[in-house]
């Protein structure tokens, strides 16, 4: 495997670690924990699961791949802070969307060429793609792994010390 | 500037927007909110900042650019968990010590020559390197990138809403 291929593949694999990582921590929560903030006036967990669905969710036409599955919940659990709309999609299907989207997301990151990663993402200008063109599609993942990070490391919180 | 070359630009700025978002989210933090759990019963910050420090201090030997800067952190930081040693350093020595330590770091992160990313890091022998060859530098950077977010997410529930 040459070196492109290499980093390339570095990136995806720390993306899927990052989805590994996500699932695992899922898993050990109860819909109990999920309603709870992750820290007093903070966000709850369930905000975070639908924040994260909707925010992988716009990858999908950002990277090209094809449109959003559930484009209703960006107004939800992006355009909206937590506890503002009371009424929000029940946990269950939350996590199907997750895995949906997350499925769906993968199966096109596999399957897009090397050399297409480092082509533009959907919401930058021809024109400022050619002063800025390392604002393409590997910038989009590697950013996207790092949002993921950062509210894992928050809904963790919510795991009780044993 | 080829692919490959832009693929390890892509990680460094990665790397470099954490360390700037993280270093925005220090200045905002009192000493007071600094020695405060970021959730009942779980890491104060200045666990975490003293945590951080000596995690990026320790991938100056890991990537092979020189030995750590402050070695004894390791065993306050991240061998043992929070509150369970009672002297540690001040808060402003530790400021000092994270500015060090990321100065250190990107100083001979931007000097490293794009082939060599792709060369085992320190942790990895060589067979199992052959085996496994994304298990290198570059490999390190992004999963050092995404813990920093990780706890950089933990962290920012220190603010208080406005």
Do not use: C
Request: glycine share 2%.
């Amino acid at each position: 495997m040459n070196h492109l291929d290499l980093s390339i593949k570095i990136a995806i694999n720390n993306w899927q670690l990052q989805i590994i990582a996500f699932n695992s921590l899922l898993e050990k929560l109860s819909d109990q924990q999920l309603i709870t903030e992750i820290a007093p006036a903070k966000n709850r967990g369930v905000y975070l699961l639908g924040h994260l669905t909707a925010v992988h969710d716009l990858m999908l036409p950002l990277l090209h791949f094809r449109k959003a599955l559930y484009p209703e919940l960006h107004s939800v659990f992006v355009e909206a802070a937590d506890k503002t709309i009371v009424e929000i999609p029940p946990i269950i299907q939350l996590k199907e969307q997750w895995a949906a989207v997350n499925d769906t997301l993968i199966w096109h990151i596999n399957h897009l060429p090397v050399e297409e990663w480092f082509t533009q993402h959907n919401s930058i200008s021809e024109e400022n793609f050619a002063k800025e063109p390392h604002r393409n599609r590997l910038n989009v993942l590697l950013s996207r792994t790092n949002h993921l990070s950062y509210h894992r490391g928050q809904l963790a919180l919510l795991i009780k010390k044993s």
